[in-house]
């Protein structure tokens, strides 16, 4: 059974820097597409970037130019580099893998980000 655990959330002040990584335990991880979604409450949960396993990236309009996405097969691990961090990025961030073949959805259970000061 595949789990994903993400760390590095926490509090940062506006225009500061947070690395989140999410690592991966009980799948294949290269058939996987992973990424990283946000939700705040009240709203439905949003993209935020994905990166495929033929290093095909999607990212949202508002993380294109601040977040970059990364993945470490061999680590089965995926990153996600967030700068110039503003107050509407606050929010739980949640680890995704996505099975190519299969389309089955894994999540992990989401990391806190705060931007404030």
């Known amino acids: 059974q595949v789990q994903l655990v993400e760390s590095g959330g926490g509090l940062v002040q506006p225009g500061g820097s947070l690395r989140l990584s999410c690592t991966a335990s009980g799948g294949f991880y290269k058939l996987y597409t992973v990424g990283w979604y946000r939700q705040v409450p009240g709203r439905s949960r949003q993209l935020v970037a994905t990166?495929?396993?033929?290093?095909?990236?999607n990212y949202a309009s508002y993380s294109k130019d601040r977040f970059t996405i990364s993945r470490t097969n061999a680590n089965n691990t995926v990153a996600l580099q967030m700068n110039s961090l503003k107050p509407e990025d606050t929010a739980v961030y949640y680890c995704?893998?996505?099975?190519?073949?299969?389309?089955?959805?894994?999540w992990g259970r989401g990391t806190q980000v705060t931007v404030s000061s």
């Open positions: 995704y893998m996505q099975h190519d073949i299969t389309a089955q959805v894994h």
């Open positions: 990166l495929s396993n033929t290093a095909i990236t």
